[in-house]
């Protein structure tokens, strides 16, 4: 089973900054299988990225996706209000599909 | 509207059942796998099972591996879960999605409970 570890854990910057999470797989992600999710309190997540650098419909173009293998990254290029959230990284293609723990991006 | 609407979910002992369902609406449900994601209180998600449109194929975390159940009724545009042999640790929110491109499509979530 592949476990992914998202760091750092919680992430705390101010709107207009650059924001670089960081999402490490124990074994290489077959075809770069690697999603990227935002969920803000008491909603459902909502996908970002998809194939680790394939921007969702809708989504804006300060988030982007970048990886191979076991390092991805999901950076937003610079904070808005409404960015500040948990962010999940998702592998899939295979059972089981497993998230990270998550990483917390907070208003400084 | 696309949309994914669950019911079903509630206080149950331990030992007990609950089967969730999950209402498609707005998109052609026939065409795609769906999955069910948990997410317990004040944590992280967690995948626990999928199904592949014609319910052929089905995959679950190994935590409810036996004691889960995912099923689709593609005439009715619905997916369900029947939970058997619930524990405290069954106790989440649980979301049913659509997969296309990677979980696009998200229910409000359901809670079940479990506790004496």
């Known amino acids: 089973e592949i476990v992914l570890t998202q760091s750092p854990g919680t992430l705390s910057l101010s709107p207009g900054e650059r924001a670089t999470l960081s999402c490490r797989a124990s074994?290489?992600?077959?075809?770069?299988?690697l999603a990227w999710y935002q969920q803000k309190p008491g909603q459902a997540p909502r996908v970002l990225i998809y194939g680790a650098s394939s921007r969702a419909t809708g989504i804006p173009d300060r988030f982007s996706g970048s990886g191979s293998g076991t390092d991805f990254t999901l950076t937003i290029s610079r904070l808005e209000p409404e960015d500040f959230a948990v962010y999940y990284c998702?592998?899939?293609?295979?059972?089981?599909?497993?998230f990270g723990q998550g990483t917390k991006v907070e208003i400084k | 509207e696309v949309q994914l609407v669950e019911s079903g979910g509630g206080l149950v002992q331990p030992g007990g059942s609950l089967r969730l369902s999950c209402a498609a609406s707005?998109?052609?449900?026939?065409?795609?796998?769906m999955t069910w994601v948990r997410q317990a209180p004040g944590k992280g998600l967690e995948w626990v099972a999928n199904?592949?449109?014609?319910?052929?194929?089905?995959y679950y975390v190994d935590s409810v591996e036996g004691r889960f159940a995912i099923s689709r009724d593609n005439a009715k545009s619905s997916l369900y879960l029947q939970m058997n042999s619930l524990r405290a640790e069954d106790t989440a929110v649980y979301y049913c999605?659509?997969?296309?491109?990677?979980?696009?499509?998200w229910g409000q979530g359901t809670m079940v409970t479990v506790s004496s």
């Open positions: 999605a659509r997969w296309g491109q990677a979980l696009d499509i």
């Open positions: 199904i592949k449109q014609a319910g052929t194929e089905k």
């Open positions: 074994q290489s992600v077959s075809s770069n299988y």
């Open positions: 998702q592998k899939y293609g295979s059972s089981p599909w497993t």
């Open positions: 707005g998109f052609t449900f026939t065409s795609y796998w």
